[in-house]
């Protein structure tokens, strides 16, 4: 791609960030009262050059250790997500019986708002970090697992008759053949778990009362605040990290199935 | 069953695949029907029919992929190689690997890739070879396991003619090399005259066999041989007889 294909492919989202931009401002001085506080800083929303207007260092740490919080508390939940999602797949591509026995289950804890989740496991396990870490695998892990179903179902049938007749074993197929022909479709449910794994981190804070405080709750300790600078700094900070997530997994695809796999 | 034999038989060979008197259904719908046919060590036998009359069903039962509901499969030698109509390889390992995948000679693959001229793309991944050379990839996969019968499955059907007709010449090189017995479904005519040693003829489903020719052309055949009357006239006896029973 040489650099006028770049600036041509880079041209639609800055138009897009450009309106993002300009809306932002015009909401903020179309407000009544966003300017009342005399002091020229914005109650409701600041406008974009005044975002980091009353961040004081103690704001900034307490972002800062927000974000490590939930950062890491998504970063183990989509690790397990990972793991228990393709040994789901894994496991209904083995047995149908398996497969009808926990499918409606799936598809019910997949329906069901994690918000409504958080508060009975956090009394049930209690305010700790492994509780933070349910609460993100519950919601993260079921794009893995159907995905994972998928990718193992759409070997074909040659390739499976190949296999059968060089006599390979169960392991070796799974390893050598499923797997490996699964993994666009495994990594294309794990861009979807890397954007829930923040979702779930950041949301089950929410219930989270006690030790140091995620994305989700200082959130909402910042919108009691009278400036509304630091609440939009954080929700732009928990913006980022689904990005930076997205953007690993996406890495990681690029890295591991872009060279073979044509999409 | 129409015999029509185009020149004396051969002495009685040993035999790599025998079928007795198969039959298959799948439920209610009987699939073949009496099918008895041998293949010997070296010869290529080409099966013809019209679609849907059980031709691929032969050829897995033949593989042992189906357990067929009547009759009698014996394979002389577990080493059976398969080519399937799609290339079926891959696409996460590239063409070294994949030639690779069922050898234990790496010497074997090498002799194959380099005959085949797939060894100067060794190292590209499936999706950047034509279809020509990903058909040319599975028969050398196939063949790198020195398997003593080859079962084929219509393995030039999606292939552009001049591609085709390279490739029966390859196949045709190959075999002279390597040896094996071959069982080929195919829905070409000309393709089984020109590859062949005998050509079965199938009816519609339920398949059974309707007629059987022994290709009168000696090896090594080449591409002029196609043009020649003996051959067209032999290419229309089966086609007459395909007709009859469609």
Redesign the interface.
Known sequence: MNLSQRTRKLWPPLAVFGAIVGGWYALAYSLDNNFASGDGSALIIPPPHQLFVGLNETTVDRIVSATFISASTALVGLLISVVIGMLFGIVMNMSRALESALWPWLIGLQVTPIIVLTPIIVRVVGPTFGARVLVTVLIAFFPIASNTLFGLRSVSRPLHDLFTLAEFSQRQRLVQLELPAASPAIFAGMRVSAGLAVIGAVVGDFFFTRGTPGLGRLITYFFQDTRSGPMFVTALVAAFLGLGFFIAVESLRRLIVSPWHQT | MAVSALTAARPAPHHQLQVEHLGHHFDANAVLSDISLNVADNEIVAIVGPSGCGKTTLL?TC???LQPTAGVVRRIDHS???V???P?L????RVAHNAA??SASETLVERLLVISGLSEHRNK???QLSGGMKMRLSLVRTLA?APSLVLLDEPFGALDQITRHRLHDEFARLHTEQGFAALMVTHAIDEAVYLADRVVVMSHAPGRIVGEFAVPFARTRTNSLRYSSEFGEVCGLIAQCLEAYA
């Open positions: 897995r593989a042992g992929l059976v190689g398969f399937f109509q799609e079926a891959l696409a996460w390992r995948l069922l991944w499936p999706y396991a």
